[in-house]
């Protein structure tokens, strides 16, 4: 733990935003795990059994089998049964709603995530220049009886 404080002091500045984005991104992903294991669920054999209730007329069935079920599929079937009155366009309108509810839900963080992926190695990068640059000032500060190499660091520098 000693050699994890270490390295994070010296790496300067550049790893508070650092850090703060791991941090960040593992709260996302955590929540992205939870949304998708609620919202992303798929009940299997749902559509088969609710298309086999509304063949048997028993659309009230299969209303409330759709209502039963979880994630979009279901939400999207019991939509069109709840609608299945209303000409095709204004159902389709309708399921398309219900779905991009679920897309919204499902895409929150992820441009969070996308931005963390691109700045992390910037950063990275970023605190490597610093450090470099910081290394030739104290050589440029430690070679002043040899003039020329100083010259040389401070130039690189």
Same mark, same amino acid.
């Given at each position: 733990?000693d ?14 935003? +650092?850090? +703060?984005?791991?941090? &960040? ?13 609620? /919202?992303? &669920?798929?009940? *299997?054999?749902?559509?088969d ?20 079920? &979880?994630g979009?599929?279901?939400?999207s079937l ?8 209303? *000409? ?22 992820? *441009?969070?995530? /996308? ?14 220049? +610093? ?5 030739f ?11 020329a190499?100083? /010259? ?6």
């Amino acid at each position: 733990m000693d050699k994890l404080i270490e390295f994070y002091k010296g790496g300067g500045l550049v790893m508070h935003p +650092l850090l +703060l984005m791991l941090l &960040a991104a593992i709260y996302f992903i955590i929540n992205r795990f939870q949304t998708f294991a609620k /919202d992303g &669920a798929v009940t *299997p054999g749902l559509l088969d059994e609710v298309v086999d209730l509304v063949k048997k007329g028993r659309e009230g069935d299969a209303l409330r089998r759709a209502e039963e079920g &979880a994630g979009p599929v279901a939400a999207s079937l019991a939509t069109i049964l709840r609608n299945r009155n209303m *000409p095709f366009e204004d159902i389709e309108r309708e399921v398309e709603v219900t779905g991009e509810e679920y897309f919204i839900r499902l895409e929150k963080f992820l *441009p969070w995530l /996308d931005t963390f992926t691109t700045l992390s190695p910037l950063l990275g990068l970023l605190g490597t220049i +610093l450090g470099m640059v910081s290394v030739f000032q104290k050589f440029q500060a430690a070679q002043k009886a040899n003039q020329a190499g100083s /010259d040389l660091l401070a130039g690189v520098g």
